[in-house]
């Protein structure tokens, strides 16, 4: 089992930047891959940026590739997400998720994680 709490969202101004965290519980988080999504009203929830269990590979979407940057420490079982340059199209709820080591299906796709956190509200004003 694996518990999921983001932190770090807030009020931003259009080209600011925030750091969004999600601290994990559980000794097997270095084992799984995690990503980050966000969804807006009415809207599903949209990948936004994946990263393998040890760090080494990572894969964003072309929304957010050259602003976000996704990485992980395993030793303190943290996952973060750095986002830069933030438009007004950003502003969402930011969720982090885990998924199983032999999870099937494309690291793209929310269907394929297993665990949430409660997410994170970014709003970018213009």
């Known amino acids: 089992q694996v518990q999921l709490v983001e932190s770090g969202g807030g009020l931003v101004q259009a080209g600011g930047s925030l750091r969004l965290s999600c601290a994990a519980s559980g000794r097997t988080f270095s084992t799984y891959r995690a990503a980050w999504f966000r969804q807006t009203p009415g809207k599903e929830r949209e990948f936004v940026a994946t990263i393998t269990s040890t760090g080494g590979s990572t894969d964003y979407a072309d929304s957010v590739k050259g602003r976000f940057t996704i990485s992980r420490d395993n030793a303190k079982n943290t996952l973060w997400l750095q986002m830069n340059s933030l438009k007004p199209e950003d502003t969402a709820v930011y969720y982090c998720?885990?998924?199983?080591?032999?999870?099937?299906?494309?690291?793209?796709?929310?269907?394929?994680?297993?665990?949430w956190g409660q997410g994170t509200q970014v709003t970018v004003s213009s």
């Open positions: 998720a885990a998924r199983r080591p032999l999870a099937t299906g494309s690291s793209r796709s929310h269907a394929t994680y297993d665990y």
